[in-house]
Structures are given as C-alpha cells and as structure tokens.
C-alpha cells in the first residue's frame, strides 16, 4: 500500500497530510502569523508564574508568558515521592488484572504513559497545601489553546525523541501498545530498564520496534541532555520565560506521524525541502533517498487531491458512496453524529440495507474523526437494527477502522437505542475552529428567523407604537425581504394598521440590514 507524507507551504501557514492509497491518515496545520510564534505548542516547556489558586477547582493559573493565562490541575501540580509513585504503579496493575476498565480502550502511542501520569497519586491532598500565589513553577503544554480556552499544563515533564520519550519525573519503564509482538515487548523492555536511572522513566515509541540498544541509548542520552539544559536555563531566567520550544512543524510531522513505512515525502517549498532533508540526513536515516521536492504548476494538495478531502471535512453533510450520508455537528464538549440511508434503498431486505449503509457509515466516521481531529465525547447514532449479530458486526468494523487512528479512544457497545458513545483524546483545535470562524450573520448558531417571524414581530411591536403615537406618521426600516413580505398580498397588514389607527406607514428597505433587523420612527409632533 502506497503511504506518502505531503507538506505544504504558503507564506508563514504549514500544511501536512500523511496519505495512504488517496486517504488521509493524519493531517496537521500551523499558522505562524495569526497569533504570534509563541503560541504554546504541545511539547513547549514554560518557567511559570503562579497568578491564582483556585481551592474550590482544585487547580491554578499560571503565568507563561502568553495572553492567556495556562490551566494547571491538582493531579498535574503534584510531584509525588518515588515510594508513592511504586504504590499506585501496583494498584493499576492489580486493576488493569481485574479488568476494571469499561468500553473497548483503543490506545495511542503514548497510552501507557498517560496511565501513569493520570494517575490520582494524593486524592487527599488539596493544591493549597504545595502551591500559593507567586510560586515559580516548571510546566509543560500538555493541550493547546482550544476555542475560548487557555493552554492546559503540568508538571509532570516528557521529552519525546524518535524512538522514546524521557520522563524526569516519573519513574517508569513502557512499551508503545502499538507494538503487539510479545516477544519484540519483552525485548524492549529489557533494554529500556538497562537504559534508565532509578527514579526516572523512559517510553519506546512505535518506531523503536527492532531498534538496537545503541539506537535507543543514544536518542535516551539526547533527551536527558535537552532536560538539563532546560534546567540550567529555567534556573537562571525570572517567570515568564520560555525554557524550551519543541522543534518546528516540518521537524515535528518528520518525527511525530512519519513511519519508516512511508514510500515518499513530498515537500513544495525550496526552504522547506531543504529543512526536511537536512533533519533526515542527522536523524533519520531510514528515510534517506525518499525525500523529493515538488515543483509542478498545481498545487501540491490540489495535485493529490487533499484540498478536496479538507472541504468535505468543513462540511456537516457527509456523502456516502452508496448515497447514504453522515451529518458531523460539533459542540463546545460533544460531537454528535447521525447517519441516515438517503438515496440508498437496498436490493434485498431493509435490515440488510441499514447494515450496508452502517458499515460504510463506520468507515467514513472514522476517517472524518481522523482529518477532523474531533475530540472528547462523541455519540454515534446508528441507524437502528433488529439483529444483536448485526450490532456486534458494526460495533467491531468501528473498532477495526479506529486502529488506523493515532488518537487514543475507548467505545462503549451499541446500546438497545442505536447509539455508540465513544471518547477521543484532544491534544489541539479542531479543523473547522482552526480553519473557519463563526457565521458573523447568525454569529454562529446556523439559523437565521424567517421573514415570515420577523414581519410578525415587526407587527406587534408596530402595534404598541401607534397606540402610543401622537404624529400621523410612522417609518419603518428593514431588510427587502421584510418589506417585500410586510406589503405583499399574503398579510395586507399595512392598509389593515393604517386603517385602525388613523396613520400612515412609509416602509424604506436597507439592503445593509440584517434579516432580523429593523427600526421603527414615529414622527412626533
């Protein structure tokens, strides 16, 4: 299968599309003019100054330099002791034996991390007691800012190199889930605890499969050096200060979504190509003679058709080949997604057209999930089957298409009611709020009133002004359509208010105005 790495340059915004057989497996974008270089990027290590402790959220602001301030929580500001750490490493264990866990977990790279830093350590303990206003504090970007809301950071530091993450604080020793061979696992394992110090964790990623001790000891003693020079400098520098920035987009997309399976990376710009190549020559050296520089008269992603694939992914409506569709509506906390048959009606039976346009429906709402990069709760509302068997069918065709995703999710069985609630790890914004703003016409809501409700709210509000008027004039101001409605034939309320209140109405349409907007002026004299 043909997987090819496509990025994009257009003055200071960057665009890359990892793309397998013509779909996108994972699509990035940075803006770098918008709101400043700075932006507090995931991976970014802050020196920050505490501005507010929050007791009744247990949780902090803290001061890191940008214009919002970043959102520390209670389990992300505590530093636990290495014999607590031990302690609760053995409870998840005993818990992850009992088979606490509920919905079927699809982990990303870096699940087993997240198992440990997410970790409660001290629910006892109230952020009070170990943190006060003015405290300087070492943080990392573990959100983005996203919509309204500030950075999300913690304390709990990982530096991630090619083949593994270091982790200064946590004493920890995983293996990628995505590694499914046992004994390549057991391997690693091995070499990752012969690597490590007491008292400090070390990751593999995906790649690090069949890499030597001397590969990953060598990417472990780069990581370490980055953490101490971020020390020295985080030492010296006052609160706000930047102790260190992640590597730059194409430098990240080479390291974070480029897998030693990808045929061909494809780069548009001069300056661009240059970057990339000179990153994979130091390194990644598995990706040598694979690098090529674009230079057609297209567009790079109008070439591979990516442009089109973005505007399907802005779009709520989502058609299926069969003629069926998905409509994708996305909420400040949940997305919800409806699939419905459409033009497809079947040759058989209606069960037997409701599964086919499921399973075509779980394909796609995975993909858009993907490329969309939707996050936090999303519910799923299949359309509805007799048969158990045919639930269980769909439910595992979603659970197999989600795999191809790097995100980690975890989704609960098809309930009696059709639906399938799911979560989905959100690190950065989704694609319409980085790429759309709200409608400044319905200011986002998607609807406008009809001229029909505006003319009858424009009528009443007529109706208390000539009760109270006292000249024998009354001018009223709105959209043509409103106008055009008001003295059509269909309401006759003109002749019938004039008529009743012994005034005459003069009616100015605005073409500027708003559907919804109007101004009524009585003459007073």
């Not at 397998?20 to 974008?29: S, V």
Request: hydrophobic letters at 35%; aromatic letters at 8%.
């Amino acid at each position: 299968m043909s997987k090819e790495l496509i990025i994009n340059q257009t003055l200071n915004e960057f665009r890359a599309a990892l793309i397998e057989n013509g779909e996108i497996i994972d699509f990035l974008m940075y803006r770098g003019n918008e709101v400043g270089e700075n932006i507090p990027s995931v991976g970014n290590i802050y020196k920050g100054k505490v501005l507010k402790v929050l007791p009744g959220m247990q949780s902090a602001f803290v001061d890191i330099g940008w214009e919002k301030a970043a959102f520390l929580y209670v389990d992300d500001a505590y530093l636990p002791t290495l014999e607590e750490q031990r302690q609760m490493a053995e409870k998840a264990k005993q818990a992850e034996q009992e088979g606490s866990r509920v919905g079927q977990v699809i982990p990303d790279e870096l699940s087993t991390l997240s198992e440990v830093v997410n970790m409660k350590f001290r629910p006892d303990l109230s952020i009070e007691s170990f943190l006060k206003e003015g405290d300087e504090v070492v943080v990392q970007v573990a959100k983005e800012p996203i919509s309204t809301k500030g950075p999300r950071v913690t304390r709990h530091v990982t530096l991630a190199g090619r083949h593994v993450v270091f982790m200064p604080y946590i004493e920890h020793t995983g293996v990628s889930r995505r590694i499914e061979n046992e004994e390549e696992r057991d391997r690693l394992k091995g070499v990752l605890d012969s690597i490590r110090p007491e008292g400090t964790g070390i990751i593999a990623r995906t790649v690090a499969e069949g890499q030597s001790y001397k590969v990953l000891k060598n990417d472990y003693n780069m990581l370490v050096k980055i953490w101490k020079d971020v020390l020295k400098s985080a030492e010296k520098a006052k609160a706000p200060f930047t102790a260190y920035q992640d590597l730059n987009f194409i430098q990240r997309v080479l390291r974070d979504i480029t897998d030693e399976d990808v045929d061909q990376i494809v780069v548009d710009s001069k300056e661009g190509y240059k970057e990339a190549d000179k990153f994979i020559q130091r390194l990644l050296p598995n990706l040598k003679g694979k690098i090529k520089h674009y230079e057609e008269d297209t567009p790079i992603f109008e070439h591979y058709g990516i442009d089109l694939e973005i505007e399907r992914g802005l779009a709520n409506k989502v058609f299926l080949r069969s003629g069926g569709s998905i409509n994708i509506d996305q909420t400040e906390a949940l997305v919800s997604i409806d699939v419905n048959t459409g033009k497809f009606v079947g040759r058989k039976t209606l069960e037997e057209t409701i599964l086919k346009t499921n399973l075509e429906a779980v394909k796609e709402i995975a993909y858009q999930l993907r490329l969309r990069n939707c996050g936090g709760i999303i519910i799923i509302d299949f359309i509805d089957m007799e048969k158990e068997e045919n639930r269980k069918q769909v439910y595992q065709a979603l659970l197999e298409a989600l795999k191809k995703d790097r995100a980690k999710t975890n989704v609960l069985p098809i309930s009696g009611l059709g639906l399938v609630e799911m979560t989905r790890k959100r690190t950065r914004d989704t694609l319409t709020r980085v790429m759309c703003d709200p409608c400044p016409y319905c200011e986002g809501t998607g609807r406008v009133k009809s001229t029909i409700t505006v003319c009858y709210e424009i009528v009443r509000e007529l109706t208390k002004v000539l009760k109270k008027c006292k000249g024998t004039k009354v001018y009223v101001y709105a959209h043509p359509e409103v106008t055009a409605r008001l003295c059509g034939s269909d309401l006759d309320v003109i002749e019938t208010l004039e008529s009743a209140y012994s005034k005459q109405l003069i009616l100015r349409s605005e073409n500027s105005y708003h559907v919804e907007q109007y101004e009524i002026f009585p003459q007073e004299y």
